[in-house]
């Protein structure tokens, strides 16, 4: 199936998104295109890599991915096309891929070289939908551009460890629509530096001797469910993504709030764990 995902900080008020798609269509009329968020934070690449790093594993294998965030063209910002664990990212050259990089390395990188072919102040719509045309129909990476060996990395999606190896230091990458505050220690770092100690997670001033691995493990049900007064409970939980997160139970941004706002936890605010 010829899929392409788009990721962008386009929203949806606007005609970017339609005109992109429809210049897909125009381009390879066979393709299916799939959205995976327009609602990134302008220009945020952390939001973008921490999203994008937790889709792109649910498409299939040879999908190529669009990514408009940060994405003009310029001597600091070069666009690249990668093939990276079986998938295609087309993005600019901003540190975005850093998340999924970390971890799997990226089998092929070019930097997107059609440029002086293609008239555009307008890159995603007029260049990588044709470098994603031109995935999709079998074309080689080198056509489009010229292989380099590195990207640029972002080091505030990555957390620290101490030289005493007992704390993590990290910050928190992504603000979800509850209002939970993600992360961005992941649960593989925690158990590996942890090795089963005892420890305390610290947001701010509220200190957590426990993570949780389903929300609903703060109720308690011996109590007769009239009597329980378990919503708006403060926890630290690892997410579906496995990352650690601090919520609030049941937590609602329109009416009783949510951990960044309840605890005043903000973009980029530390998050650290400290074992012992």
């Known amino acids: 199936m010829p899929l392409i995902t788009l990721t962008t900080d386009f929203g949806t008020k606007d005609h970017f998104v339609g005109a992109i798609k ?20 302008p220009f945020n690449i952390t939001e973008t890599a921490y999203i994008l790093r937790n889709a792109y594993k649910s498409f299939p294998k040879g999908s ?17 096309a990668i093939e990276l664990d079986g998938h295609y990212f087309i993005c600019p050259d901003n540190g975005i891929i850093s998340m999924i990089a970390s971890e799997i390395k990226p089998e092929k990188i070019v930097e997107i070289t059609i440029h002086n072919a293609i008239i ?10 044709k470098v994603a045309c031109h995935i999709l129909r079998g074309g080689t990476l ?17 957390p620290s460890i101490n030289d005493e190896k007992n704390k993590i230091i990290g910050s928190v990458i992504y603000i979800d629509n509850y209002g939970n505050v993600i992360s961005n220690i992941t649960k593989k770092l925690f158990n590996d530096v ?3 100690r005892k ?28 009597n329980r007064q378990d919503d708006g409970k403060r926890l630290a939980i690892f997410n579906s993504a496995e990352f650690l997160q601090i919520a609030i139970y049941r937590s609602n941004l ?13 973009y980029r605010d530390t998050i650290t764990v400290r074992f012992y």
């Open 194 to 196: 942890g090795k089963g």
């Open 22 to 41: 429809g210049a897909i269509y125009s381009e390879f009329a066979d393709a299916k295109v799939v959205d995976i968020s327009h609602q990134i934070s």
């Open 142 to 158: 080198e056509v489009i551009g010229k292989q380099i060996t590195d990207y640029k990395k972002i080091t505030e999606v990555l």
């Open 199 to 226: 420890f305390e997670v610290i947001a701010r001033n509220y200190i957590f001797d426990k993570v949780l691995n389903k929300y609903n493990e703060i109720v308690n049900y011996s109590i007769p469910s009239e």
């Open 120 to 129: 555009s102040n307008f890159n995603v719509l007029d260049v990588f939908v």
């Open 254 to 266: 329109k009416t009783v709030g949510g951990a960044s706002t309840l605890l005043g936890l903000n």
């Open 64 to 80: 190529v991915h669009i990514v408009g965030v940060d994405s003009e063209l310029s001597i600091e910002n070069k666009q690249i």
